[in-house]
T-cell receptor, first 117, second 109 residues
Framework: GAVVSQHPSWVICKSGTSVKIECRSLDFQATTMFWYRQFPKQSLMLMATSNEGSKATYEQGVEKDKFLINHASLTLSTLTVTSAHPEDSSFYIC?????????????FGSGTQLSVL | QKEVEQNSGPLSVPEGAIASLNCTYSDRGSQSFFWYRQYSGKSPELIMFIYSNGDKEDGRFTAQLNKASQYVSLLIRDSQPSDSATYLCGGTSYGKLTFGQGTILTVHP
């Protein structure tokens, strides 16, 4: 199956700093990538849809100025958590859809565990 | 109403039994449905996807879709302890994939 690489796998940072998470589709092109957040024992919550070459679409309640998304190429999307606070500590997962595939299957990255002290 | 809802469980079955996981969705325009398995601390992995009414089988897994009833299910035959995980049902709507709250499955020896 298609491979989505996400890193870092985990990051610990101080409150007030910014953290960048990268999501790469390794063997396919993706015009659309999705960013999810998952708190312990909860399901995946869609944060935003990242569109190559255009602005991301954010879900209701997600602050676009806090979670900056850049999708500069067909294989790379980045999520930057700006001025992180302890409540931003969570598991962040990206996913991508193969542009060439006829279905809507999503492939997930391995996730990033963010801990804000 | 949530777009996708699952029977949250937890569900416990003995080894060798059939595990049945259920999911309903609210958007009649949803086209495709997915079952992902997630182990604790890990990212979800795709098990099955289905977009046509009826059954779809892959090994020990069978996905069932009933669009009239807006219902999706996953059957796991001959359940193994390694099947113990959280199972996420997802449906696509307007190009986005949203998930139910997940069902925790435990298969005990």
């Amino acid at each position: 199956g298609a491979v989505v690489s996400q890193h870092p796998s985990w990051v610990i940072c101080k409150s007030g700093t910014s953290v960048k998470i990268e999501c790469r589709s390794l063997d396919f092109q993706a015009t659309t990538m999705f960013w999810y957040r998952q708190f312990p024992k909860q399901s995946l919550m869609l944060m935003a849809t990242s569109n190559e070459g255009s602005k991301a679409t954010y879900e209701q309640g997600v602050e676009k100025d806090k979670f900056l998304i850049n999708h500069a190429s067909l294989t790379l999307s980045t999520l930057t958590v700006t001025s992180a606070h302890p409540e931003d500590s969570s598991f962040y997962i990206c996913s991508a859809r193969d542009l060439a595939a006829a279905n809507e299957k999503l492939f997930f990255g391995s996730g990033t565990q963010l801990s804000v002290l | 109403q949530k777009e996708v809802e699952q029977n949250s469980g937890p569900l416990s079955v003995p080894e060798g039994a059939i595990a049945s996981l259920n999911c309903t969705y609210s958007d009649r325009g949803s086209q495709s449905f997915f079952w992902y398995r997630q182990y604790s601390g890990k990212s979800p992995e795709l098990i099955m996807f289905i977009y046509s009414n009826g059954d779809k089988e892959d090994g020990r897994f069978t996905a069932q879709l009933n669009k009239a009833s807006q219902y999706v299910s996953l059957l796991i035959r001959d359940s193994q302890p390694s099947d113990s995980a959280t199972y996420l049902c997802g449906g696509t709507s307007y190009g986005k994939l949203t998930f139910g709250q997940g069902t925790i499955l435990t298969v005990h020896p």
